[in-house]
């Protein structure tokens, strides 16, 4: 029988729909302060968004649809929160980045020795290097509670509340209550809604060292190691082999792609994957496929929609989305900082690279997790190579 034969059932529309709502709901926030660190007009602004939400559809239907597994992508979340802490790059010299860390995912599938390399680098230092670039956007989180009480304890109070039964919804339930109180209390109005769709804007890259070193490798990193693997490992526990190759080329090649167009990189989602390989999704394990190209169709749509979110959440008061860039950005501290920790011999490097990336410090014009990432390394080989002299 035809394995595309039969309806959508209603089960994995509900799911996709979901899915792609917890995604983009609970750190959109973070891509647009990604944009704004670069210095990202509005238009090059909503033409990011759409780049990015029009890769993740076609990766997951293109995906989903030749190996017949439910393959669901995100955006990398990290990677946000790495662009936005940077300093001094320009919105072409960020695009260079970006196609550099896509064509760096390409070569890691196609290139054995490449993914060797990266994965020896110790879980420690990679996860302390993350936890680094998360850590500051979470303090501000208090901050932003300081600021307006009243705007931010009714978010972070339903967020806590939210958690307890289904932590996926909690950051969407969060942005849902900071919206109402917004406008309910007259701290905001609704702005002038621009049109739609949003114009795609072609960005020339600028080919600059320092942010190719310090911007786009970090960015490569990250995504390989908290994103593009747990997302294998998301699929490895739902019973599926996931196609780590084809993945790795097709999410690194729609990046570079989509990078012209202001977008950072895509990669295997975790967390929203996970919502849509259930046995709620479908009873038949053979059918579950489908899923991405509903999940697809939810992305487009997002995609076009873009431009009123972005005026939507612009009009919104800062601290209130601070308070909410650090609520969403809780989770990934809290296993960046598990990960960084785990392994007793790699902890002190760990340290120095959460001390060295978290400080925000760039030298010679390299962001600041280069560095970091370069300390834990140099610390982590000096007492390897001492605990090899004493045995």
Not at 360 to 367: E, P, R, S
């Amino acid at each position: 029988p035809d394995p595309t034969a039969g309806p959508m059932r209603p089960s994995l529309l509900s799911a996709a729909l979901v899915a792609a709502l917890v995604g983009y709901g609970s750190t959109i926030a973070l891509v647009l302060a990604a944009a704004q660190a670069l210095g990202a007009s509005t238009l090059e602004t909503a033409s990011w968004v759409m780049a990015i939400c029009f890769a993740k559809a076609a990766g997951s239907a293109l995906l989903s649809t030749r190996h017949r597994v439910p393959v669901v992508l995100a955006w990398s979340t990290p990677g946000a929160a790495l662009i936005a802490a940077s300093t001094g790059y320009s919105m072409a010299e960020g695009v260079a980045a970006f196609i550099l860390a896509g064509l760096l995912i390409v070569a890691t599938g196609l290139i054995k020795p490449l993914g060797t390399l990266v994965a020896r680098i110790p879980d420690g230092i990679a996860a302390a290097m993350l936890a680094g670039v998360l850590l500051p956007f979470v303090l501000k989180g208090a901050g932003a509670l300081e600021a307006a009480p009243l705007l931010v304890a009714p978010m972070v109070g339903l967020f806590a509340l939210v958690r307890l039964k289904n932590p996926a919804m909690a950051v969407l339930a969060a942005l849902a209550a900071g919206l109402i109180t917004a406008f309910a209390s007259g701290a905001t109005s609704l702005p002038p809604l621009p049109p739609l769709p949003p114009t795609p804007v072609l960005i020339w890259p600028e080919w600059h060292l320092p942010a190719l070193i310090g911007l786009g490798l970090p960015l490569y990193l990250v995504t390989m190691a908290s994103q593009n693997l747990p997302g294998f490992a998301t699929m490895r526990a739902a019973g599926y082999e996931p196609p780590v190759a084809s993945a790795l080329t097709v999410t690194g090649g729609i990046s570079a792609f989509a990078a012209l167009f202001g977008a950072h990189t895509v990669n295997m989602a975790a967390i929203t994957a996970a919502i849509c390989m259930g046995d709620d999704v479908h009873p038949d394990r053979s059918q579950r496929w489908k899923v991405g190209l509903a999940y697809a169709g939810v992305w487009v749509v997002l995609g076009l929609t873009g431009p009123v979110v972005i005026a939507i959440l612009g009009a919104l008061p800062p601290a209130l989305m601070t308070a909410l860039v650090a609520l969403a950005l809780l989770g990934p501290l809290m296993g960046a900082l598990t990960g960084a920790f785990a392994t007793p011999d790699q902890r002190f490097a760990a340290t120095i690279t959460l001390a060295v990336t978290g400080a925000g410090v760039a030298f010679a014009g390299i962001g600041a997790a280069f560095w970091g990432l370069l300390a834990g390394l140099a610390f982590w080989g000096l007492e390897h190579l001492a605990r090899r002299g004493v045995s």
